[in-house]
């Protein structure tokens, strides 16, 4: 589980500012090509959980807006420098989550490794979270990656703190895949993504 002190921070109008014409991560809507010699296939999914809602009193309605009122926007990028400083040329992915439904991704993306970079309440970009956490692309490979959970209060403001979770639901995700994708990752390897410590 992630460190509960992270808070949801000001980041800015402008970063997120090339998410409307960014591709998204999710690829599972076409065919799906064989991983190839420089090209693998992730497949995983994110979840928004939010608190469960109290008793509507004057104090809940007078504090923060309701985190299940949000859709949120996932930013993913391929990190060229293994330092970690951002490239200009960086290929940027973006993943769009409705709180409290699991969005299950397939992804076949050039090797390397990615990082889920931040978070942003759509629509409202001053509200968001750096989030860190990183996988791998491997080439010739599919691979499972995981449930990322962002576990994030029920009233959202600058400051609300969350926290990331990773899960292993590989038998219910591929289960799923199974009706438009016959037969893809029933022999993925596993490998979770790393949450940011």
Known sequence: MGRPDRAVT?????????????????????????????????IGSVLVQTDEEPSDSWLTRLFGRKAAGFDYDFEILRVLD???????????YTLDVKPAEERIFVARLPFGRYVINRF????????????????????????YIGRFILKI???????TP?????????KS??????????????DAVNAPIQARQ
């Open 10 to 42: 000001l980041l800015g109008i402008l970063a997120l500012a090339g998410c409307a014409t960014t591709p998204s991560l999710d690829m599972s809507g076409g065919q799906i090509e064989p991983a190839g010699q420089d090209m693998g296939i992730v």
């Open 153 to 159: 209060p029920r009233r959202v403001r600058l400051g």
């Open 162 to 170: 969350y926290a990331v979770e990773i899960q292993d639901a590989r």
């Open 120 to 143: 942003r309440f759509k629509g409202i970009s001053v509200l968001a979270g750096e989030l860190g956490s990183t996988f791998v692309v491997a080439p010739r490979a599919t691979l």
């Open 173 to 186: 995700t591929i289960a799923a895949l199974q009706q438009q994708h016959p037969g893809l990752g029933r």
């Open 82 to 92: 293994p330092a970690g400083a951002q490239q200009p040329d960086e290929a940027r």
